[in-house]
């Protein structure tokens, strides 16, 4: 089993930046990557961005040069840096654990919310 938490969420004026925190713990040495899935209201979960454990990185397009994701392998986090926030990328954010290449891990989910 992995567990993982998120921190880090709320609410931030169009620009703004956050950064959303997950802790991970139990069997983590199962997991081949850890990344951030978002739903937004009536939407489909889909993936932000993730990071394996040799630190390759993946983002979404709608993300691509405003959010950061990395990993702080001793401390068994991922964090998510996300900069120059729109109206659009209100959702909740989930942590979420890439095992046997299925996403089958995942956090309680933490608020994002941006507006004015």
């Known amino acids: 089993q992995v567990q993982l938490v998120e921190s880090g969420g709320g609410l931030v004026q169009p620009g703004g930046s956050l950064r959303l925190s997950c802790a991970a713990s139990g069997s983590i040495f199962r997991f081949d990557a850890l990344g951030w899935y978002r739903q937004a209201p009536g939407q489909e979960r889909e993936l932000v961005d993730s990071?394996?454990?040799?630190?390759?990185?993946n983002y979404a397009d709608a993300v691509r040069g405003r959010f950061t994701i990395s990993s702080d392998n001793a401390k068994n986090t991922v964090l998510l840096q996300m900069n120059s926030l729109q109206p659009e990328d209100t959702a909740v954010y989930y942590c979420?654990?890439?095992?046997?290449?299925?996403?089958?891990?995942w956090g309680q989910g933490t608020q994002v919310t941006v507006s004015s």
């Open positions: 990071i394996t454990r040799g630190s390759k990185t």
């Open positions: 979420a654990a890439d095992v046997g290449s299925i996403w089958n891990y």
